[in-house]
């Protein structure tokens, strides 16, 4: 049989820095509202000019420095983006062309929050159908272009920021298997409602609408169904779980989805706090995150999962 495995991992954060007392003096709200509701102190912001390529850019040379390759060892990248630079080409032909990798297929995926957990899981099935044996699969935004800064129940909440890792056939399981969902019938809670085809109609309609609490409930919900689903497929028990590396959208939330594993927090990788919900870049970030600081080691088991606009949502059971 023919596996993926994550050969590395990279991050990037643009420079500038907006903390929760720096909303506060742009829209009615606190730093004891925001850490108390969504645990998030600070946010990055991209630069005036700087795209989601831009980062993307910075955290896939990373990833493929820890996995020792060069960019002609990448024969397919995929990057999971709502912000993408331009209708087309896609983020990914940008980010080819920027890293010099040529020729391989190069595709965006949107699934907004669990646009990496998508691209993960069509990378892997490209790896182990031999379809492609190394792979660059990122997740990249900036949604602080797509953020109302006037309206409070949406603007603490986000963040700027890249995900990438290399993964590369293997003859063990490194991505052990994924799941994926979506329902389109929630759109209404959670999006952005202007696009090509409707066009720009009315102001604000460019800017991410929530039904916050709604939200947050069908998230809970649907992550404790899929730590089920994702157990259940490998037969594993709770303590075979070594690490959650959840999507970084809400403490509360990522803490619900901990108690479903009867994990304690020592074992769950939280970004939240300085990062804020950097939507498909979160959960690559987060992972790069415990990698780096050492964390999370070779040979452990990683449950990541993710939520977010469509509904979408999806977990990877991952050997790392
Ligand atoms: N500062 C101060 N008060 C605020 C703020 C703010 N920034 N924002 C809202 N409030 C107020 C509201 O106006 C409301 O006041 P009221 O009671 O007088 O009407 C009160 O706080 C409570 O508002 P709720 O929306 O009920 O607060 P809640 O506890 O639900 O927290 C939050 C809001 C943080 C948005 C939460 O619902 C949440 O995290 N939802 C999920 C978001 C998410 O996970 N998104 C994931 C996907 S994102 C993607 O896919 C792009």
Same mark, same amino acid.
């Given at each position: 049989m023919r596996y993926s495995r994550i050969a590395g991992t990279g991050g990037y954060l643009p420079e500038r820095v907006l903390t929760n007392a720096d909303l506060a003096r742009m829209v009615d709200t606190t730093d004891e509202w925001i850490v108390d509701r969504t645990g998030v102190r600070k946010r990055h912001i991209a630069a005036e000019g700087e795209t989601t390529c831009d980062l993307a850019e910075h955290a896939s040379r990373r990833a493929l420095e820890a996995a020792g390759v060069g960019p002609g060892d990448i024969d397919l990248v995929v990057v999971?983006?709502?912000? %993408?630079? !331009?209708i087309f080409p896609s983020t990914a032909c940008l980010l080819q062309e920027r890293l010099?990798?040529?020729?391989? %297929?190069?595709? *965006?995926l949107?699934? #907004?929050?669990?646009?990496?957990?998508y691209a993960l899981d069509i990378a892997d099935k490209f790896i182990r159908t031999g379809s492609a044996d190394r792979a660059l699969v990122v997740?990249?935004?900036?949604?602080?272009r797509i953020v109302d800064w006037? *309206? +409070?129940?949406?603007c603490v909440l986000f963040g700027d920021g890249a995900g990438a890792v #290399?993964?590369?056939?293997?003859?063990v399981p490194g991505i052990v298997s994924t799941h994926l969902h979506a329902d389109g019938r929630y759109q209404s809670l959670l999006n952005v409602p202007s696009g090509v085809s409707r066009r720009c109609d009315g102001a604000g309609s460019g800017y991410?609408? !929530?039904?916050?609490s709604? #939200?947050? +409930?069908?998230? #809970?919900k649907a992550l404790d169904r899929i730590v089920d689903e994702t157990l259940a497929a490998n037969r594993l028990a709770k303590t075979d779980i070594d690490w959650l590396v959840p999507h970084q959208a809400n403490t509360r939330i990522i803490a619900a989805t901990a108690k479903k594993l009867d994990l304690p927090m020592s074992r769950v990788v939280l970004t939240v706090e300085d990062h804020a919900n950097t939507s498909a870049a979160s959960v690559p970030l987060a992972l790069d995150c415990a990698v780096r600081d050492g964390r999370i080691r070779r040979g452990e088991l990683l449950l990541l999962e993710a939520f977010g606009g469509g509904f979408t949502w999806g977990s990877a059971l991952v050997r790392y």
């Open positions: 999971g983006t709502a912000t %993408p630079d !331009m010099d990798i040529h020729d391989g %297929p190069a595709f *965006d949107q699934a #907004v929050c669990t646009g990496f957990l997740g990249a935004e900036t949604f602080s006037t *309206d +409070r129940s949406t #290399v993964i590369e056939a293997a003859e991410i609408q !929530m039904a916050g709604e #939200v947050f +409930r069908a998230a #809970v």
